[in-house]
Every structure is written in structure tokens, then in C-alpha cells.
């Protein structure tokens, strides 16, 4: 049985839940304005130039393609350091994996520092079931935690919540007067976690970045939170795509410092851990088990597609939500998903399927602006792009059929058009004629356009085909300059 | 005389050839002859960007046989010039000699702006436009081609033309083709913005290089009642036609 919720197929309908909350768009463009911009400076600022994001992205497909040699030999170190290595193919394997060492330990509580692919595998409702209690200990995850929901944003996932709603929450959980003073808030929380950190038995983290040549996995957190959940209680899981690694410390150390640019426009996260395994004889904290769960999870088809291996660069940072002005009008929950915004629109298809997230791929405006905000300069517009073609003309190895029916006709008729010129002004004369029926304004531009067309009038003007076309009227215009 | 070799936008050739025309002017007015191959229709990026590769080579092939002998293209639009350079190309890769004349063809496509400021070296065309104008930065244009400065250094030359920078300038207007269609309120959300970006601006007209986000924009800012004008910077550099 599997707790993951995948609501691709409603993306527009969410989107436009999202566009019409004036409280979500104040906060994302709060946000985007403040991030976005500053991301762009982080980068320009840099020691070594902007360039460095190209020499990141080059080391991260260095260590794509020796994925398997690199995981090898984590694994091997990690577990001559005493921890335990579990490769999961599935979600179910992982989470299957987790609520095993659960039970074997008796673990009833556990902490959870922030983690997508946690999100991702569905792992908080699946050791639920198994009678165990996650607690979020992320501030912006404990709130959304508290208040039943799902992160609308990879490093911000409270985003969407405001000040009033979160004094709601916390007056009703907390059990604390309700207040609506930041400090206030933030300590009842930093209260109520610290005694779910001390009694708790497992520690779930996820990875930032893991280091084949020295075995560690790093975690970056800005509240301290997660040192905490990966250092008190007796065993430590921590859960990491099987992408999230580089060969060498000084490559690990240019993706580090890019991802806190990415993420938060900082030079380096407050609290950078590095784990290579337990605690060790003599040693004063750290759990006494580590285990180290490796997703895959559909990232071997990514893999093995040359067209989509590049997204495996991605390290989630969220500068791409930062900049896309899609993701600031519609929100983090339009995408249906554990990963929202441009990430979202690549990933997510490629992770839970083609044409039910056919909306993702196709609802974006191909602006770019991902591509310039990404901390690994990822080309996510040219897979959106390869995306729409496995739409259009079908793919057997992604289960998708060719698209059919009166779309295609559509294109077929348009490839005739542009084909035969005479014919495609002919089309464009009786397109001048027949606007002539349909609702105009006095300057004539057309009012209403009938299906499917329809779209662009609900709230534009949609400009008349002009009498003439430029390219009859250059002709004209030759002819009579040469008759002289 | 030299020759200038013009490849039109398809959204331009039918919705406001007098901005293709104020293209023609521009060049003739430095001296230039303009060669303008009657069959042309369009590159394919409408195909292309919905996914359509068969039918957008249809149409890339055909835009190559007609232009591939050409000394060189310019076209007044970044999204059909970044087509050009970028993706047909990519298109033919399965089939060498078209490749290759596809990629010939790209190194001598530009765009109007680039054109004129760094290849002719040109910023002063000596027009005059009275006006408060600001500058609509287009996806393809600026992220794109890294065309930026090219069409500013332009309108900065302009006699009578002041240019005021609006918020945002680089967010995109959300035309994006058939998605204007297909997701209409997203589409709306995102030029409900740029359109109130362009009136705090106080300009008299918005100005941009890529004729799709100008209709989308114009027909934004006439359903809203508004009377800025949406102008291709061709028809301010021709003088305001």
C-alpha cells in the first residue's frame, strides 16, 4: 500500500486556486522578489565568477555518468565506518526499509529534519501507519505539519501560510494564548520540538550532497533543527536521491557553496553537517546506528535517457521557483507533487508519469528564467520542450501513445499551410473576411473568439488579421517601384 | 549596394505589416537594398514549442531552401531568430547536410536590434519619436540571445523619445504561443502584472522586439481601456508610423 499522492492531472484547476489568492501571490512575489534578484547577484559576486555554475554542472554530470562507481564506493566507506547501506528501488523499498528498523528498535517518535525526497517517497504517512509519529522539526514543515498540509515551496513550505493562520495553529496545537509576534511564535515551537528531539528514538534527515571519496553525506539547515535530529536520538536515517553525490571534497565543496546561493542567497547554510556513519567509541554524541537509505525511484529511467539525464544535475536549491513567474502566480500546490515550480515541470512527469503530467509540461511559458536562476545551469526549458515532443509523437519507453485527434489534425493542417504559400495567404484572406462576423471593438480588434480560441479573449483583445499582408504588400510595392 | 535579406515574422506578416514595412524603411533609409523572398511563411517554432517536430521540419526545411544562400537574415523577432539558431539546428541531427546548412543559416541570422548595433554598428538612425516610451524585455530576445542593450542603446538615440525603465521588465509578459490559448488564466495572471508594471511606468507606449508579447500585451492593455500603445521598436526607429 502506498501513501503517495500524485495530483498532476489537476493542475489547472489548482492554479487557478492559487492565482485568485491575493495572500499566496503577495507572499510569493515577497518572496521571488527578494530571492530571485538576490540569487542572480549571489552569483555575480562569486570568487571564481558566474561561471562557476557551468563548472558545477559539468562535475555534476561528471558524477552522473560514474554513478554507479561513486555510490559504490559511499557505500563502502560508510559502512567501514560502522553504518548500514540500503539501496531502494522503490518508494515502498524505503519506506519498507525505515519502518523495519523502526520496529525492530520499538521507535515510537521520531524527528525529521526537512527532506523532498521524503516527500517525495510519502515516508511520514507510511510510518504512520506502522504506529510511528514523525514530528517535522523544519519550522515551515512543522507548521504546514500542523496544519495537515503539503510544502508549496522545496525551501520555503510554509510559504503560503500567513502570520494569522499560524497564530491559529499554534493557539490550537501549542496550546499557547494566540499571538501573532514572530519571536513568540517561533519559540513556542523551539519549545514544543525540543522536547519531541529529546524523546525521540529516530532521526530522519535527508542529504544535500554526498562525497564518494571521503563517504559523507552533508546536511544544510539554517535552524539547527536538523544537527539535532540526526545527533540525539539513538539511530539516524537519512534518505537521499541516488543522484545527490560528487566524487571529490573540492567538487563537493563548489556545489555546496552554490546550493546556499540557490536556495538562500547565502555564502554557506548556518549548519553544514558532515556524516559519515554512528558515533564511534570515545566519541561524545551521534546515534548509535546510521543508515543510509539511496532512492531510486524511477531516477535509473532518467538515467538511461540521454534527453532527461541532465535533470539528475539538479540538487533542489529552489532558485528556479525563485524566478519563475508561473510558480509566483499558481503556487507550489498546483503542481501536485512533492516538487513544485520549474524543477516540478521537468521532474515530476519524469518521476510519476508522462501524460498524467502533461499539464506541467505544457503550462509553462518557456521563459527561461530557470535556466539563468539554476545554481547547476541546468536547460530546463529544452526538457520541457523534449517533454512536449514525447506528448505530440508518443514514446514507447515512457508508456506514451502518440497524441491524437483534432490537435494533430490541427498541426497537420498548419504544416499544409506553411507548405504552400499561395494557399497560406488565401487562409490568411479568409481569415481577414470572416473576423468580420465576430464581436469587434470600434479600433477592430476582435472581442470574442469562438473554441478553441475562446482562452485568449476571456480577458484580452485579439488583434485583427490585417487586409493586406506585409509580404503582398512588399510584392506590390516591388512591382510598381519597377514598373517605374 | 548592400543587401539586407529580411525573413518575417509570421505573426507579424499578418497581424501589423506596417511594422515589417518600418523594418524595410530602416534599412533603406541607411542605404540598404532589402530582399524579402515572397514564399516565406514560417520557421516552425509554433510546432516546435507544442511538441510537433515532423511538422516544425516541415516548415524548418522549407525556411532554409529559401534563406540558405542568403548573405544575410535579419528578422525583427528574438523567439524566431533563437528557432533559427538554437533549435533548428538540433532539429536535423539525424541528417547531416541538413544540419549543416542548418547551422550556416543560424551563424547569419539576426536579430533586428543585434543587426543594427552589432553588425552594421549602428544606434543612431536618426528617427525621432515624441514620447515617453518604456522597454518590454522579451524571453527569447534577452535570455535567449542575450540581447539586452541592443534595442535600448536604440530608443536612448531617438530625438524626443524619453525611455523609462518599468518594474520587471525582464518577466515574461505570459504569451508563450499556444499557452496564451491553452491556459488562459494562468496566461492572464502573468500580463495582468506586466500591464500594470507598464502604466506606474507613465509611459505613452510600450515598446519591445518581439511582435507575439506586443499583441499579447496590446490586447491586454485595450481590454483593460487603457491607451498606451504597443509598438515593435522598428516603428519607432522608421519615425513612429
Not at chain 1, 491559529?168 to 519549545?191: C, E, K, S, V
Not at chain 1, 571521503?214 to 539547527?224: A, F, L, P, Q, R
Amino acid at each position: 500500500m502506498s501513501a503517495i499522492r500524485i495530483r498532476t492531472e489537476r493542475y489547472v484547476e489548482e492554479a487557478r486556486r492559487g492565482i485568485a489568492d491575493p495572500v499566496l501571490r503577495r507572499a510569493l512575489s515577497g518572496l521571488q522578489e527578494r530571492f530571485g534578484r538576490g540569487t542572480a547577484e549571489a552569483y555575480r559576486r562569486l570568487p571564481e565568477g558566474p561561471g562557476l555554475r557551468q563548472t558545477a554542472h559539468a562535475i555534476r554530470e561528471k558524477a552522473i555518468a560514474h554513478l554507479d562507481i561513486l555510490l559504490e564506493r559511499l557505500a563502502r566507506r560508510i559502512r567501514e565506518n560502522g553504518g548500514e547501506v540500503f539501496f531502494a528501488a522503490t518508494a515502498e523499498e524505503a519506506v519498507g526499509y525505515c519502518a523495519g528498523i523502526a520496529r525492530r528498535l520499538g521507535v515510537k517518535l521520531a524527528v525529521k529534519g526537512k527532506s523532498m525526497v521524503t516527500e517525495e517517497i510519502a515516508l511520514n504517512p507510511a510510518l504512520a501507519a506502522h504506529g510511528v509519529e514523525v514530528v517535522e522539526t523544519d519550522l515551515g514543515e512543522y507548521i504546514i505539519q500542523l496544519a495537515g498540509e503539503t510544502p508549496s515551496h522545496i525551501i520555503a513550505p510554509a510559504i503560503h501560510k500567513t502570520r494569522n493562520e499560524i497564530a491559529d495553529l499554534f493557539a490550537q496545537h501549542l496550546g499557547i494564548p494566540r499571538t501573532t509576534d514572530p519571536p513568540r511564535l517561533t519559540h513556542a515551537a523551539r519549545r514544543a520540538l525540543r522536547e519531541k528531539f529529546l524523546a525521540a528514538d529516530m532521526g530522519i534527515s535527508g542529504v544535500n550532497l554526498a562525497c564518494a571519496e571521503t563517504g559523507h553525506i552533508s546536511t544544510v539547515s539554517n535552524e539547527g533543527n536538523i544537527r539535532m535530529a540526526t545527533t540525539l536520538p539513538r539511530v539516524h536515517v537519512a534518505f537521499m536521491g541516488m543522484e545527490r553525490i560528487v566524487a571529490r571534497l573540492d567538487e563537493y565543496e563548489i556545489i555546496l557553496r552554490l546550493l546556499c546561493r540557490g536556495a538562500s542567497v547565502q555564502d554557506i547554510g548556518t549548519y553544514v553537517s558532515f556524516i559519515g556513519g554512528p558515533r564511534r567509541p570515545g566519541e561524545s554524541d551521534g546515534p548509535e546506528e546510521f543508515h543510509l537509505v539511496v532512492v531510486d525511484n524511477g531516477r535509473s529511467r532518467m538515467l538511461a535517457d540521454p534527453r532527461f539525464r541532465e535533470m539528475l544535475c539538479c540538487i533542489r536549491c529552489a532558485a528556479c521557483l525563485n524566478v519563475c513567474p508561473v510558480y509566483g502566480r499558481i503556487g507550489g500546490h498546483a503542481y501536485g507533487f512533492a516538487y513544485s515550480g520549474p524543477v516540478g515541470a521537468v521532474v515530476t512527469p519524469l518521476l510519476t508519469g508522462i501524460r498524467r503530467g502533461r499539464d506541467l509540461c505544457l503550462g509553462e511559458t518557456l521563459c527561461g528564467a530557470c535556466k539563468d536562476a539554476c545554481s547547476m545551469d541546468i536547460d530546463l526549458p529544452r526538457m520541457l520542450l523534449e517533454l512536449r515532443a514525447i506528448l505530440a509523437e508518443g514514446d514507447p519507453g515512457w508508456g506514451v501513445e502518440p497524441s491524437g485527434g483534432l490537435e494533430r489534425q490541427a498541426w497537420k493542417l498548419w504544416e499544409g499551410l506553411v507548405s504552400r504559400p499561395a494557399l497560406y495567404e488565401r487562409a490568411l484572406q479568409a481569415g481577414a473576411v470572416l473576423q468580420r462576423l465576430l464581436p469587434r471593438t470600434p479600433a477592430g480588434w476582435i472581442r470574442r473568439l469562438p473554441p478553441p480560441f475562446s482562452g485568449w479573449t476571456k480577458s484580452r483583445d485579439f488583434p485583427p488579421v490585417a487586409a493586406e499582408p506585409f509580404r503582398r504588400r512588399f510584392a506590390k510595392r516591388r512591382k510598381e517601384a519597377d514598373r517605374g | 549596394m548592400d543587401t539586407v535579406t529580411l525573413f518575417v515574422p509570421c505573426l507579424m506578416d499578418a497581424f501589423r505589416p506596417e511594422a515589417a514595412e518600418a523594418v524595410v524603411a530602416v534599412f533603406e533609409g541607411l542605404g540598404y537594398a532589402v530582399h524579402c523572398p515572397a514564399e516565406q511563411t514560417c520557421c516552425g517554432q509554433p510546432a516546435f514549442n507544442a511538441g510537433y517536430r515532423n511538422e516544425a521540419r516541415t516548415a524548418a526545411r522549407r525556411f532554409l531552401r529559401l534563406f540558405g544562400d542568403a548573405e544575410a537574415i535579419c528578422c525583427p523577432s528574438g523567439s524566431c531568430v533563437a528557432m533559427v539558431r538554437h533549435h533548428v539546428p538540433a532539429l536535423f541531427d539525424g541528417e547531416p547536410d541538413w544540419r549543416a546548412l542548418a547551422v550556416r543559416t543560424a551563424a547569419r541570422t539576426f536579430e533586428f536590434t543585434e543587426y543594427l548595433v552589432d553588425v552594421l554598428g549602428r544606434d543612431d538612425l536618426g528617427a525621432s519619436f515624441p514620447g515617453r516610451v518604456t522597454y518590454h524585455d522579451s524571453c527569447h530576445l534577452l535570455r535567449g540571445l542575450g540581447i539586452r542593450e541592443q534595442p535600448r542603446r536604440l530608443l536612448r538615440r531617438v530625438r524626443g523619445l524619453e525611455l523609462v525603465e518599468m518594474k520587471n521588465s525582464d518577466c515574461c509578459c505570459g504569451f508563450g504561443g499556444a499557452f496564451s490559448v491553452k491556459y488562459p488564466d494562468i496566461s492572464t495572471a502573468l500580463v495582468a502584472d506586466k500591464v500594470e508594471w507598464i502604466r506606474e511606468s507613465g509611459a505613452e507606449a510600450v515598446v519591445g522586439a518581439d511582435l507575439g508579447c506586443l499583441l499579447h500585451i496590446e490586447g491586454a492593455l485595450r481590454r483593460k481601456g487603457l491607451g498606451v500603445r504597443a509598438l515593435h521598436i522598428a516603428q519607432v526607429l522608421a519615425g513612429g508610423r
